[in-house]
């Protein structure tokens, strides 16, 4: 009997484990941001206006949340440190986007000017 009372315990133990929420640290959240925000300006966000306004967004908030860190505010810097993460992709998205847009209008005209010269 005391084995299976050892082992159900055991379980009992594991389990609860197992179903804790293991929420990033703020630290974490911080590097992800700043990480988000090096590849916005690798790929040229800051040459691209709307790009480079959500990147500098993102700079704020990683300021701020900064500055919730020191106020003992991990709450409040986890959740700026994400609303800066979502902006650097944001500005990542965009910049990656104003090139193929333009290759998409070269393209299309490149068409155009091969369908009228068949015509």
Known sequence: MRPKLLAAMLCATLLGCASQSVKPTSNTRRTEAVA????AEGAGAARIPEAARHLEFARQ???HGEQLLMDDDAEGAELSFMQADADA???LALARALPMEQQAKR????????RRGLQ
């Open 61 to 63: 908030q990683v300021n």
């Open 89 to 91: 992709d944001l500005a």
């Open 36 to 39: 988000s925000m090096r590849a």
């Open 107 to 114: 393209t299309t005209q490149q068409a155009e000017a091969l």
